[in-house]
C-alpha cells in the first residue's frame, strides 16, 4: 500500500472523530441535578402538604406539590445559580436562591410564615428578603445569611464572622484575625451558639474567654441557613452584650451517598454524607480538615514563614434520626487543635525586634475546642413540639515561652500556662402556635461550669506562681416571649429574660421588647430594646491579691 494511502486513511479518521465529536456534543444532555427538600411551618415547623414549589426563570415549567410529609423533588435542574418559589394558600409566599452544582444534591428546608388575614383575595409579590430570619421572635438588628453568602463576600475566606464584617454597625479588628466589633461593643460581648447552643470561641488559636481567631473551625460546606443578631435581642438570647451567631448544621443527604474532597485556604479538606439504613430516613454528615501549610510543612515547601507554621485541625459532624413516634434524634459535634512555634532563636540577631525591644523569645501556643450535643425534636400534635438539647464542650490552652540567651541562644524558662475550661448543658425548649396571630416560646438552661486555670512566670531565681485554682459553677437562665401579629404588616414581641450566677449569687432581669411594621412600598420600621447582661470570661472571677501579710483574696468574687 502506497503512502498516499496511509495518509488518506489517516484524513478519513480524523474526519470520522471531528464529525464524531460535533454529534455527541449537539445531542448530549446537558448537565443538571436535583433540588429536593421539605416546607414547614416556620412556628409549629408541621410538615405543609400541598404547598407548591416551582423553578422561575427555567425554559420550560419545572414545579411540584409536597407530598403527605411535605417533601418535594424537582428533577433535571439545570447547573447555576436557581430560584425557588414556594407558596400555599393562607401562608405568605417566599423565594429562595440556591446554586445548584453537579457534585452534589441540593437538600433545602424552606419555612412558611402563616398569614394573620385569611379569606380575602390578596394579590401576593415574591420578594427575597435578608431580614427574614430563622427566628421568627426576631424583629430588629437581625438577618440570616447562608452558605452561599459566606462563600460570595470578598474576603470573607468562607468564615462567618468575616462575612458579618460587610454588614452595616459591624467591623473587624484586622485581616489577621476575625473578632468583630459591633457597634463598638468588645468582641467578648458576642455570643455563639450552634443548634440552639451556646458553644465556646469556635477557633483555631483562639484563648480563653476571647470570641475570634485567625482561622474559624466552623466548616461552610455543613452550616446551614443562620442568623446574626446585632442588639434587641429577643428573651431566648442570654449572656450576651453585643451580637448573636445563631448557627445551624444541615442534615446529610438522606437517599444516596456523597462524597467531597478540596483544597482551600483553610485547609485540605475531606468528607462524606449519605443514608443510615434503607429505610426511615437517617442520615450522616461528616468533614475533617487539616491546615493547608501543615500539609506543605510536612513535604519540605517552605511558604517564607519559617518555622511559625500554623498547623491546625478539625472534625465536624451530624447524625439525624427521624422517627414516627419519638421525634427526631440529632447527634452532632465539631472539634479543633491548634499549635504553632514562633521561634526568634532562628531569626537574624542583628535585627531589632520591634514588639520586645532587645528581648528574644521562642513562644509554643496550643490550643483546642470541641462540642458534642445531642439533641431531641418531639412534636406533641401540629401546633406544639419541644427541643431537648444536652452537650460537653470543652477548651483548653496551652503556652511555654521561653527567653532566649544573649550569650549563647540557648532557652531560659520564662512563662507557663496549661489552663482548660469544661461546660456542661441541658437545655429545653416549649413552644407553641395558638394561632395565625399568638406564638408562645418557653425555656430553661442550666450549665455546670469546670474551670482548671494555671500559669505561674520565672522571676529572676524561682518560679512565681500566678494563678493556681479550679473551681465549678453553675448559671442557670430562663425565658418567655409571645409575639402577637396585628395583620400581616404589624408584629409585636415581648418577652423576660432571666438569669443567675451561682458563684456569687448575682442575678439579672432583662426585659425585652419589639415592634415591626412592614409598608408596602417593600420598605419596613423596626424598633427593639432590651435590658442585656453577660458573664465575664471565668478566670476574672478568680483573680486573687497579694496583702501585705502574704495572704491572697478573691477580690473580683462579687463582679456582677
Known sequence: MSVHSYQLKGLKCIIFLLFSTFFISSNGQIPTQTIRGSVIDKASHESLIGAAVRLLDSTSFNGVACDVDGNFRLENVALGRQILQVSMVGYKEVTISVVVTSGKEVIVTIELEQSVVQGKEVTIVAEREKNKT??????????????????????????????????????????????IIIRDNSPLGVLWRLNGMEIPNPNHFGSLGTTGGPVSILNNNLLDKSDFLTGAFPAEYGNALAGVFDLQMRSGNNEKHEFLGQIGFNGFELGAEGPLGKKGGASYLINYRYSTLGVFKALGINFGTGTAVPEYQDLSFKVDVPTKKLGKFALYGIGGKSYVEVLDRENDTTQTNLYDGERRQDGYFGNN??????????????????????????????????????????????????????????????NKKFSSKDYLKIGFTINRYEYTYRDSGFEYDHWEQYSNFKKGSNLYQGFVQLQHKFSDKFSFTAGVHAQEFDLNKTFAVEP???????????????????????????????????HPDGSYAETNRTLG
Open 369 to 430: 475546642m470541641g462540642v458534642v450535643g445531642l439533641q431531641h425534636t418531639y412534636f406533641f400534635n401540629s401546633t406544639t413540639y419541644s427541643k431537648l438539647n444536652l452537650s460537653l464542650s470543652t477548651a483548653g490552652e496551652k503556652y511555654k515561652i521561653d527567653s532566649i540567651s544573649v550569650s549563647d541562644n540557648s532557652p531560659i524558662p520564662y512563662y507557663r500556662n496549661n489552663s482548660n475550661q469544661q461546660k456542661y448543658t441541658a437545655d429545653y425548649s416549649w
Open 512 to 546: 425585652r421588647i419589639g415592634l415591626r411594621w412592614e409598608m408596602n412600598n417593600g420598605s419596613s420600621v423596626s424598633a427593639g430594646a432590651g435590658m442585656h447582661s453577660q458573664l465575664q470570661p471565668m478566670f476574672a472571677y478568680l483573680v486573687q491579691t497579694l
Open 134 to 179: 430563622n427566628n421568627e421572635m426576631t424583629t430588629v438588628s437581625a438577618r440570616s445569611f447562608t452558605v452561599e453568602e459566606t462563600s460570595r463576600y470578598a474576603g470573607s475566606l468562607n468564615d462567618p464572622s468575616r462575612m458579618a464584617a460587610n454588614y452595616a454597625g459591624v467591623s473587624s479588628t484586622s485581616d489577621a484575625r476575625n473578632d
